[in-house]
Each structure stands twice: as structure tokens, then as C-alpha cells.
């Protein structure tokens, strides 16, 4: 099996940014890719964006394009998202997700899911 634990998140005004880190441990051998997600209160879960575990190739939502950078620590088995001039429409609770299966390109049928964090962007 594989955990995942996330950590980062909290409140920033609008154009600040933030950094969430996902810590993977387990059976990590099985995971295609890491993907982050995101809820917002009365919406789906939207894609954010993934990176392939051995590739390393990188996935990203539209919205967030230019903005949010994946980036791996494969010492520390963690997944990075930076998010870099946050507007107040990328407020949500943030899960962190790992795909056990080739699913390309890698935005849909994660198995393994984080807690969530929240991220809150004032205006």
C-alpha cells in the first residue's frame, strides 16, 4: 500500500504564494504517477496537475499554467506544488493522489488519496 501525508496550506492574500508537499511512503514502486487536486466548497474535484513517478513528465490544468510548478524530491519521496501568484478562485481544500495504473495523460482514476489541505486566497 501506499500513505500519503501532506503538509503546507494555510491563508494568503491574493498574488502571494504557497507551497504543499506531498511525503509518499509504502509500496512507491507501484505508482505511475503523483497528482494534485483540488475541491472548492459545492464544486467537483478538478485536476491540477501530475507528474509521471519515473518519467517525470509534468501535467497541468489550464487554469494554473504558468502559475503552479510540480516538482519532485526522490530522496524524500515528496511531491512539491508551488503555487505562485494565487487568485482568490484557487481557494480550495488541496489532495495530494497517487495513480497506480498508466493512465495517460495522468488527470483521472487516482486510487490513493491524501487528507486534503485547506488553502484559502483572500482578495
Known amino acids: 500500500q501506499v500513505q500519503l501525508v501532506e503538509s503546507g496550506g494555510g491563508l494568503v492574500q491574493a498574488g502571494g504564494s504557497l507551497r504543499l508537499s506531498c511525503a509518499a511512503s509504502g509500496r512507491t514502486f507501484s505508482v505511475y504517477a503523483m497528482g494534485w487536486f483540488r475541491q472548492a466548497p459545492g464544486k467537483e474535484r478538478q485536476f491540477v496537475g501530475a507528474?509521471?513517478?519515473?518519467?517525470?513528465?509534468?501535467y497541468y490544468e489550464d487554469s494554473v499554467k504558468g502559475r503552479f510548478t510540480i516538482s519532485r524530491d526522490n530522496a524524500k519521496n515528496t511531491v512539491n506544488l508551488q503555487m505562485n501568484s494565487l487568485k482568490p478562485e484557487d481557494t480550495a481544500v488541496y489532495y495530494c493522489?497517487?495513480?497506480?495504473?498508466?493512465?495517460?495523460?495522468?488527470?483521472?482514476?487516482?486510487?490513493?488519496w491524501g487528507q486534503g489541505t485547506q488553502v484559502t486566497v483572500s482578495s
Open positions: 493522489a497517487a495513480l497506480r495504473r498508466v493512465v495517460v495523460p495522468p488527470t483521472s482514476k487516482y486510487d490513493i
Open positions: 507528474e509521471t513517478w519515473s518519467g517525470g513528465t509534468r
